[in-house]
């Protein structure tokens, strides 16, 4: 690791370093299509992993509502509507 000294004198890392270094973006357009490609296959992963997520809680939702001891807890309430 590199070490250099910031304008207070204190040293630091160069991991610590707030800018980065150019980088030549690459010439080889495969290369962009390939991250692309390889970011909408994530996020569609993501996507059917939440809407398996969803389906489970609405289960989970629809066995509380259909409860015997929450329709009990709730009858035990009157509310009134003013």
Not at 30 to 36: A, I, L
Not at 47 to 70: I, P
Request: hydrophobic fraction near 20%; charged fraction near 30%; glycine fraction near 2%.
């Amino acid at each position: 690791m590199s070490r250099y000294y910031s304008t207070e004198g204190q040293s630091q890392t160069s991991h610590q370093q707030q800018e980065q270094p150019y980088t030549r973006p690459s010439s080889d357009p495969r290369n962009f299509v390939k991250k692309f490609l390889d970011n909408i296959q994530e996020e569609m992963k993501k996507n059917k992993e939440l809407q398996e997520n969803r389906k489970q809680l609405e289960e989970h939702m629809r066995k509380l509502g259909d409860s015997e001891v929450l329709r009990k807890f709730v009858s035990s309430f009157n509310f009134t509507v003013s």
